[in-house]
């Protein structure tokens, strides 16, 4: 390589050529781009952080936007993963440090942000075991029978998912092993993680790698004080919850004719418009966070908003949850906070 | 001492109160012998300088150092001095061995009296009541510690630990020898656990420890000299040990290791009852050590039985994109009825052999058979047979082994590259569903081939088909799992094939990595967590040659950008 092609992230247009590249499956074009910053002398957790994590997170906007398919969303997140395996291939680093068990929870797909800490972490001196994508309970806890790690990081980037968050985060616990939380799925500042009996909660990799650099293991309570969470209403609204789905779909129908017409794939997509109600209702009674939901329903406005749906189909499918719930009054009032959350239209 | 002699006051010739007729009561000496029969000791003082006037028999006996004239100041109760010059009220005291607690009442304006109680036996119930305390809580974090974990480097740490905050300043763990090395853990008060390997006969230097690790009964402290403890047993900071203790770790049948404390100072010492403490500890953390030991040999049993039955790590050929993906339903032992299989390419063919199938029944017996039917299909590759005579073959082989209703449904593949980046497959199936595929353009078709279930029936009927691919299509292979996984919004409706056309449809364009991603992804999120059956899949793809058109600046070529062009489907039967 010439001298001419040292090059750094400050470069204009780097980040939008690198999301390009993605976007585009160029696998062999990105990881073009991280060896020549690394021959450059940028650092593999720069390289990690500000360029491939920063691109993922447009990658969802574009998404979230419409702009991008779901296709091309993995498409671009299957090349990150090579690019940051290109990363990885050009660092060893011994370990110094403990052991540490990196997880995504049970039903959470969303795995590259855990691989960016996993070798975060590696390159931290720590010995990384990396279990991936939706790792089952029972699975995770195999594995910290079978390896004996100093913390387990548990990362849940969707709110639905904290009941199983919390079981796997309590098992954890009880297996002697204490717990890093990490991802959105935990609230505003992990505000949810703490409810759930987490250890520690950090907002990204750097952060999760400085908390743990530091003062670990904390001082923790016996897991059993916070190993139920919830209450009767949770329990009905998850028993029910086929129930629920199915009787909203009529109701929808009875409340909007053409529905009738619609094809298995349209209805596949309704029902689980429907699901997704019913699940952030249950996940918001179970952490009692209202929020969670008002969350849920703000960023739904805005993505159907982006498909060209007009806010008020999203209050009718509320609705037909709503009016099945009329004896739960916590139910009631969470999904009130959800209707009033939802956005009026842009363009105002 | 005061000035005043004790002699020249008599308590009894001293009147109580000075503002008092005692000329229609008792006289003083009478009063005088009420008080000194009295249980309760009393010392009356004067209020101006807190003179002693009066100390009553019980009060002379318990702190013999009281005597009237003196000074309540000055005597021999420091406590009660402090409760004086701090104006209190109340004072608790300890004079040669005895827990006094003394209470002041005010006697007219010009006296008050001091009531003396002997705690010492409150005092001593209340420390045994706490030390019990103490142990109960100990051996129950203790209980809840080692038994949370099954990890045996977990368990030895825990128990060092424990030992540190409840027994000793220091405690060595050390476990038996295996192969002429102990393993032992060591922990000092407010340092990091230092972790390591002890050469055999080293262990004879630290006194006591060949005979706890031999299962001997435990020697009582005092019987060991802490001065004869080898130098390497503690880190040189630590200083002098005061006082050694070696306790066996009991285990199954055999000593799970020993527990060796150790406390600094030259009046440190193990009592009796910390001696036992100590043993009812080391049989909680022995008994858990052997069951995490006994858990680490079944798990590495298992982890050798499992290695040839858990799907293989893929070979990655040159112009082929192979992917697979195997989620068995019972998690923990991750083997299950399902298969696939890659054997790469040989002396004589140049060709990639693929496999997936689904063998009936379930679990460990299943993945026994799955073991059986891999090691089959490859040695047929290796003598060079066509897919088509692989399954005839491999349904005599199954046949003739006896076993009543063992079948099993199987697609294999013989891969080769074509021109221009194709990618060519030789496909033939053994009664499982037929593979599918994926095109440029986004139609999913099935590939045409269809045959019989392989190991029922003597007579089989295979008839393959070959299917070509163009850069960036791609060609799934899967199990029954897939598309009979049970869930949806309503919780009881199939996945079904529809709904996995519509699937791969969306996939197009997409690596074959991330396409079978995505596939599993909606299926996991259509069962709504933990799918109740084997799940494998096996994805061939042709792939996308993107990269020049793209560094050229021209985003046309992208293979989201692709619009088919092709017409031919290039499927053909054959028969």
Redesign the interface.
């Known amino acids: 390589m010439s001298v001419d092609s040292r090059r750094s992230l400050d470069e204009p247009g780097l980040a939008d050529d690198f999301l390009?590249?993605v976007g585009?499956?160029?696998?062999?074009?990105a990881v073009e781009v991280v060896t020549a910053l690394l021959d450059s002398g940028v650092t593999p957790q720069r390289v990690m952080i500000d360029l491939i994590a920063g691109t993922q997170a447009r990658v969802g906007e574009l998404w979230a936007a419409n702009e991008w398919?779901?296709?091309?969303e993995?498409?671009a997140?299957?090349?990150s993963e090579r690019a940051l395996a290109a990363v990885a291939a050009r660092t060893n680093v011994p370990p110094t440090r403990g052991r540490v068990t990196i997880a995504c929870v049970?039903?959470e797909?969303h795995a590259l942000p855990t691989r960016i800490l996993a070798e975060m972490l590696r390159l931290d001196g720590w010995r990384v075991d990396f279990l991936g994508?939706?790792v089952?309970g029972?699975?995770l806890l195999?594995h910290?029978?079978?390896?004996?790690p100093d913390v387990v990081a548990l990362s849940c980037m969707i709110a639905t998912r904290l009941p199983?968050a919390h079981a796997a985060i309590t098992a954890c616990k009880?297996?002697?092993?204490p717990v890093i939380a990490g991802g959105r799925g935990f609230g505003p500042g992990g505000r949810y993680a703490q409810h759930l009996g987490a250890d520690a909660w950090a907002a990204g990799a750097e952060e999760a790698v400085q908390r743990l650099a530091r003062n670990w293991p904390p001082h923790s309570p016996?897991p059993q004080l916070s190993a139920y969470l919830g209450d009767e209403e949770y329990t009905y609204v998850v028993r029910n919850?086929?129930v629920l789905?199915?009787t909203a779909?009529r109701r929808l129908t009875d409340a909007y004719p053409p529905m009738r017409e619609y094809n298995?794939?349209q209805l596949?997509a309704t029902?689980?418009d429907?699901?997704y109600i019913v699940d952030f209702l249950a996940a918001a009674l179970y952490v009692s966070e209202t929020q969670i939901f008002t969350d849920f329903m703000a960023w739904t406005s805005g993505v159907v908003q982006a498909r060209g749906v007009p806010p008020v189909a999203l209050r009718v499918g509320l609705e037909s949850v709503r009016s099945q719930l009329r004896d739960y009054p916590t139910a009631m009032a969470v999904l009130n906070a959800g209707e009033a959350a939802i956005e009026a239209p842009a363009g105002k | 001492m005061t000035a005043q002699s004790p002699t020249t006051r008599l308590p009894a010739q001293s009147p109580i109160s000075t503002g008092e007729k005692l000329t229609d009561g008792p006289a003083p000496a009478l009063l005088r012998a009420a008080l000194d029969a009295a249980s309760e000791a009393v010392v009356l003082c004067g209020a101006a300088d807190d003179t002693i006037l009066m100390v009553n028999a019980a009060a002379r006996t318990l702190v013999p150092g009281l005597s009237a004239g003196g000074n309540a100041v000055e005597g021999p109760l420091p406590g009660l001095a402090g409760a004086l010059a701090a104006g209190d009220d109340t004072f608790t005291d300890v004079y040669e061995g005895r827990h006094l607690q003394g209470r002041r009442r005010m006697l007219g304006p010009d006296h008050y009296g001091w009531y003396l109680r002997d705690r010492t036996d409150e005092v001593a119930r209340a420390d045994a009541l706490r030390a019990e305390r103490a142990r109960t809580a100990f051996l129950a974090e203790a209980g809840?510690?080692l038994s949370?974990?099954?990890?045996?480097?977990?368990c030895t740490r825990?128990t060092a630990e424990l030992a540190v905050a409840h027994l000793a300043d220091a405690a060595v763990v050390v476990l038996p020898v295996n192969r002429r090395q102990a393993p032992w853990v060591r922990l000092v008060a407010g340092e990091a656990a230092v972790e390591g390997l002890l050469r055999e006969p080293l262990l004879a230097d630290v006194p006591g420890l060949v005979e706890a690790l031999g299962g001997f009964p435990p020697i009582p402290s005092k019987w060991l000299d802490a001065s004869q403890a080898p130098e390497w047993l503690l880190p040189d900071d630590f200083g002098p040990i005061g006082a050694l203790l070696v306790t066996p770790l009991p285990g199954n049948a055999e000593p799970a290791g020993a527990l060796i404390l150790a406390r600094r100072g030259d009046n440190a010492r193990f009592s009796p009852e910390d001696e036992i403490l100590a043993r009812i500890f080391a049989a909680r953390a022995g008994a858990a050590i052997s069951a995490a030991g006994l858990?680490?040999e079944q798990?590495d049993t298992t982890a050798v039985l499992q290695a040839d039955l858990l799907p293989p790590e893929l070979i990655q050929p040159d112009g082929i994109e192979l992917v697979g993906s195997y989620q068995a339903a019972r998690?923990?032992m991750?083997i299950g009825g399902d298969f696939y299989d890659v054997f790469g390419p040989t002396d004589t063919s140049s060709d990639t052999v693929i496999a997936l199938g689904d063998v009936c029944g379930k679990g460990p017996e299943a993945a026994v058979l799955t073991g059986k039917v891999r090691q089959t299909l490859r040695a047929l590759r290796l003598v060079g047979a066509a897919p088509e005579e692989m399954l005839r073959v491999l349904n005599r082989a199954l046949l003739e082994s006896g076993r009543q209703h063992r079948f099993v449904t199987l697609v294999v593949g013989s891969v080769s590259r074509g021109e221009h980046g194709r990618v060519r497959l030789e496909l033939a199936t053994g009664g499982h569903p037929a593979p599918l595929v994926l095109r440029l353009d986004g139609t999913v078709e099935e590939v045409p081939i269809s045959g019989t279930l392989i190991g029922a029936v003597a007579r089989t009927v295979v008839r393959p088909a070959d299917v070509e691919l163009a850069p960036g299509e791609l060609c799934l292979l899967y199990s029954d799992g897939l598309t009979e996984a049970r869930g949806?919004?309503?919780?009881?409706e199939q996945f079904g094939e529809?709904?996995l056309h519509?699937a791969l449809a969306?996939?197009?364009?997409?690596?074959a990595?991330?396409?079978v991603?995505?596939v599993r992804?909606l299926v996991?999120?259509w069962v709504?967590?933990?799918a109740r059956d084997d799940i494998a899949m096996l994805a061939v793809r042709a792939p996308?040659r993107?990269?020049l058109s793209?560094?050229n600046g021209s985003?046309n070529q992208?293979?989201?950008a692709i619009d088919a062009r092709r017409n031919d489907r290039r499927v053909r039967q054959r028969s």
Not at chain 2, 488 to 492: H, R, W
Not at chain 2, 506 to 511: A, K, V
């Open positions: 390009r590249l585009d499956g160029d696998e062999y074009g398919s779901v296709a091309r993995h498409a997140t299957a090349i049970d039903g797909w994508a939706n089952p029972p699975h195999t910290l029978h079978q390896t004996g199983r009880a297996a002697g092993v016996d919850r086929g789905i199915g779909m298995q794939r596949d029902a689980e429907m699901a | 809840r510690r949370s974990s099954l990890h045996q480097g977990r825990i858990y680490r798990v998690d923990a991750r949806g919004p309503t919780g009881d529809e709904r519509h969306e996939c197009r364009g997409m690596p990595v991330a396409t991603e995505r992804q996991s999120d709504h967590g933990g996308a993107t990269q793209v560094r985003r992208s293979p989201f």
